[in-house]
T-cell receptor, first 109, second 111 residues
């Protein structure tokens, strides 16, 4: 799997946008970038994934750099329920997802 | 729609006792199935995965084993639990190698 680098923790105020960065400089040209999040005491849940162009869904947006060496998960309006550990995962080919340490997001009311 | 069931939710077992955790998936066929473990304060560790009946890949050689007796059933077992086996065990499925859905997990405490 490509090596990823994410900040250990981030903090956001409620109702404000949050930009969660991820560096994956060794990603191959065909590997998708996946984002999952894990709420306290729960299993991870899928957030979004993309290959080259930016992606949007009801949960978040994913901005992928043109050289694909980094991506940013964007939560447009953070809520208290978004407090979780966010994982950026670029799996290599047909291999199971390997979760790193992720970024712990705290949301302040 | 697809659902994943995992039980029990919590389990307290003595050291040296056996373990059997079961996971079943409904509403899909031939899913990829996974077992992960999360020790307290640690990250998620992939233990086993299966791409078909009877096909098990082990990522971590320990005193745990996995079996897939039916297409949508995945079982995690141990003959003798160790204190270090305590943790949060999560089963997951995916239609391919993307879009994982996790179960609600089993919190195992070995005493």
């Amino acid at each position: 799997d490509a090596k990823t680098t994410q900040p250990n923790s981030m903090e956001s105020n409620e109702e404000e946008p949050v930009h969660l960065p991820c560096n994956h400089s060794t990603i191959s040209g065909t590997d998708y970038i996946h984002w999952y999040r894990q709420l306290p005491s729960q299993g991870p849940e899928y957030v979004i994934h993309g290959l080259t162009s930016n992606v949007n869904n009801r949960m978040a947006s994913l901005a992928i750099a043109e050289d694909r060496k980094s991506s940013t998960l964007i939560l447009h309006r953070a809520t208290l329920r978004d407090a979780a550990v966010y994982y950026c995962i670029p799996p290599s080919g047909n291999t199971p997802l390997v979760f790193g340490k992720g970024t712990r997001l705290s949301v302040i009311a | 729609s697809q659902t994943i069931h995992q039980w029990p939710a919590t389990l307290v077992q003595p050291v040296g006792s056996p373990l059997s955790l079961e996971c079943t998936v409904e509403g899909t066929s031939n899913p990829n199935l996974y077992w992960y473990r999360q020790a307290a304060g640690r990250g998620l560790q992939l233990l086993f995965y299966s791409v078909g009946i009877g096909q098990i890949s082990s990522e971590v050689p320990q005193n745990l084993s996995a079996s897939r007796p039916q297409d949508r059933q995945f079982i995690l077992s141990s003959k003798k639990l160790l204190l270090s086996d305590s943790g949060f065990y999560l089963c997951a499925w995916s239609p391919g190698y993307y879009g994982y859905t996790f179960g609600s997990g089993t919190r195992l405490t070995v005493v």
